[in-house]
């Protein structure tokens, strides 16, 4: 996604707003697709990868796209009602992941080397939304300051006159006649020079890439001219503070839970020391036990889920193992002699430093297995909080839209900033899992205020001709400070919370001191 903002958003104020957001929700939507049926890791990793790269581009470039067909007195109201659905897309994700994922009986396969898993239905129903946006988008027109910055005249008069007549229409004004009585002369696009038609198709493209790749490095480096450097690295200051507290703390929450669940788990394990069991048939779930020096002598293993099971310095004699499905499940220092694993996922690194003498893999299990911490109730647990973390942005995202165009852009980010702030320090009294959820939508409520009033900044504060290439930029710096905070906060789940609290805290603190440093755009025309 930081690629793909970069890279779209340049692109965008060259090619056009409209064009440029068909390709990247194109190339979003086909590897999504892609991704939901190719088989192996590095293969689901490279869809993954271009979908992002895809996607990516769809904010800078959306946000620049809707706030040059809106009216000035209510430009922010608007850009901020267009930021719920950021909201929305959160509350589909978790409700459909809560819906098809923990229905494992979905699954089917095709002998031993394709299999379609739950998860992969919720790949492909995600790519629907940007499915819908393509076929939407075919029906809507160009910006007209797209067009009115490259010299197309025409063009921007036919679709401003379309805006009029609707609106006039709408207003029960439908005899009001369209008229322009000035036109700003801009300097137009570079363009090509004729290379004739003797030249070789591939060198007519190479110089059209080139000239291309040109005039969007001559676009980003215009951002640090003199006239918009302060500017840029102010913004650029706010936004990697605000990301890199935001995502950090977003994605450090449900992994503190998650450490909040496994500590409350591993309080009810269960311990059995030298224990001797022949001749006994195990059909039945084996969870949460730990067996130390134990003997086992002609039992039987069928039809069975291990989770969360060790077994260390055991013996296993003449045993035999069908149809086991496990998860966090280890054999430490254990011997097995003369014992057959059938249609098993127990694969060689699930036994450290363990014998084998005599004993036989058969037909192992392929393909996606349980992951290491997979009680149901606990998936449950984690698309829930999903889906409430999600669901607890409307309230800052309505008094956000209500407020935006009174008190204004900088209030409202600096205001929702310093609160954010506060309420950090809350998260030293959350020691439980419903307190930590409860915090997690607490942070989220009042923190969306802050970034709708900063896409709404970012958009006013750049001219036309610029507007999509700085907002990819920033929004590619935030995807860099994501992976940061990110990297750093979940490092110290299950050490200590002050450390991740006191850097979200002191991000949060600088960057509504800098935004008061920015110029206010509230009722300014766009330039």
Known sequence: MMVGAFLWGGLADRIGRRQTLLISLSINSVFAFFSSFVQGYSS????????????????????SYYSEFLAQEKRGEHLSWLCMFWMIGGIYASAMAWAIIPH??????????????SWRVFVLVCAFPSVAAISALTTMPESPRFFLENGKHDEAWMILKQVHDTNMRAKGYPERVFSVTTIKTVKQMDELVDMGEGTAWYQRWRMKLADLFNQVWGNFLAIFSPEYRRTTLMMMAVWFSMSFSYYGLTVWFPDMIKYLQKQEYSSRTKVFIK????????????????????????NKFMNLKMKSMVFEDSLFEECYFEDITSSNTFFKNCTFIATLFY????????????????STFLHNKEGCMLSDFSDENSAYMIYFVSFLGTLAVLPGNIVSALLMDKIGRLRMLAGSSVI????CFFLSFGNSESAMIAL???????????WNALDVLTVELYPSDKRCTAFGF??????????????????????????????ASGALAAGSFLAFKLPETRGQVLQ
Not at 104 to 117: I, R, T
Not at 343 to 357: A, E, G, M
């Open 44 to 63: 689901f990793l490279l869809c993954r990868l271009l979908s992002g790269v895809g996607i990516g581009g769809s904010i800078p470039i959306v946000f």
């Open 104 to 117: 494992y009986g979905w699954s089917f396969q095709m002998g031993s080397a394709y299999q379609f898993h």
């Open 275 to 298: 224990e001797k069991v022949e001749h006994v048939t195990f059909n039945f779930t084996l969870e949460n036990q730990v067996h130390r020096n134990g003997e086992y002598f002609n």
């Open 343 to 358: 249609n098993t996922d127990l694969f060689k690194y699930r036994l450290i430093n363990s014998k084998l003498v005599n």
């Open 420 to 423: 954010s702030c506060v309420s």
């Open 440 to 450: 997690l939508c607490l942070f989220g409520g009042i923190s969306i205020a802050s």
């Open 474 to 503: 920033l929004n590619a710096l935030c995807k860099l400070a994501a992976v940061l905070g990110i990297s750093i906060f979940t490092s110290f789940v299950g050490i200590t919370k002050a450390v991740p609290i006191l850097f």
